[in-house]
């Protein structure tokens, strides 16, 4: 059984920057490819970025391109994103997911609970 639990979101003013992490147990993790995904509340779920189990990642949105970087740690069994220069759309509940392969591209089979962001003064 895979659990990933998020961590790391809060309330800060637009500007500010923000660490999220995405622990995971269970076995094989290290072979996954993890993705990170947000979602607002009336919209669709959107694919911010992902990592590949050997060490390229992509960023998926135009919006987050220079602001948010993603990174693993695999002896932690921890994936990382990082958000700088935050805006209010980027208010959403962000999810990491495990792709259950190694690389960006196919079906997530193992999702988080996800973690609350909001960016308001």
């Known amino acids: 059984q895979v659990q990933l639990v998020e961590s790391g979101g809060a309330i800060v003013q637009p500007g500010g920057s923000l660490r999220l992490s995405c622990a995971a147990s269970?076995?094989?993790?290290?072979?996954?490819?993890i993705g990170w995904f947000r979602q607002a509340p009336g919209k669709e779920r959107e694919a911010v970025s992902c990592i590949t189990s050997f060490g390229p990642s992509t960023d998926f949105l135009d919006s987050v391109k220079g602001r948010f970087t993603i990174s693993r740690d695999n002896a932690k069994n921890t994936v990382y994103l990082q958000m700088n220069s935050l805006k209010p759309e980027d208010t959403a509940r962000y999810f990491c997911a495990a792709a259950g392969h190694s690389w960006c591209g196919g079906p997530y089979d193992y999702w988080g609970q996800g973690t609350q962001v909001t960016v308001s003064s």
């Open positions: 269970g076995s094989g993790l290290d072979t996954y490819a």
